[in-house]
Structure formats: C-alpha cells, structure tokens
C-alpha cells in the first residue's frame, strides 16, 4: 500500500510545507502524543475540530495529492514519509480511514506505483 506515501506526502507536507510560518512544528513531538496526533486525523477526517495546522493541511492536502506534492521540498517529502510510516505501522485503522477519503478510487495511488516503478 505504497499509495500511502501521497498521503503521508499530504500530511508531512501540511505539517511541514509553510515555510516560515509552520518550519517550527514539532512533528516528532506530535507523533509521540497520541492525544494531539488523534486530534489531527479527528480534523483531516471531518470529525472534529482544527488547529490552525490543521486547517492549513485540509486546504492544501488536494492540491499536494493531485501534483504529486510538486510543491514540497526534500525536507517536507522526508517529513511526510516521517508521518505515513508512522500512520501506517502505529495507526493502520486511522490511516486506512484517510486514504479511504482522499483517494477513494486509488488515483493517487496508482500515479505514485507508477513513478515508483520508472524510477527502479
């Protein structure tokens, strides 16, 4: 389910992508605290209330998965994979959840299996 990485691309890139103005988020902070992480996803599934990072992730999270997070650098792509992977192995639920919203007919998915797969 390697299509999770646009997500976590999404979410990393959100959490990391204002420069300037979020570049002192703590993501690892935020992933040790299942309370604050859990407010996070709460807020990217529509089910509870944002943060202003969080707002920021909602609005920027469609353009990120539709150019294949063209606007991230290194740093946030890293970050996000930070994220997905943490997401994916602590929180497999949850981020089935968010996959099953943003990418419900696996689009994402199969353009990042695509680039994937040209690069090997």
């Keep these: 389910m390697r299509a ?21 988020v703590d993501v690892d902070a935020i992933l040790k605290n299942n309370r604050v992480l859990t407010q996070y996803i709460k807020c990217m599934l529509g089910e509870g209330s944002c943060t202003a990072e969080g707002r920021e992730l909602k609005k920027v999270l469609p353009d990120a998965l539709k150019t294949n997070c063209a606007k991230c650098d290194e740093k946030q792509k890293s970050t996000a994979e930070k994220v997905i992977n943490h997401l994916r192995s602590n929180r497999p639920n949850e981020w089935n959840r968010l996959v099953a919203k ?19």
């Design 4 to 24: 999770v990485v646009i997500l976590c691309l999404l979410i990393g890139s959100v959490i990391a992508q204002k420069a300037g103005k979020y570049d002192n």
């Design 102 to 120: 943003y990418d419900p007919q696996g689009e994402y998915e199969k353009r990042f299996e695509a680039a994937a797969s040209a690069k090997n």
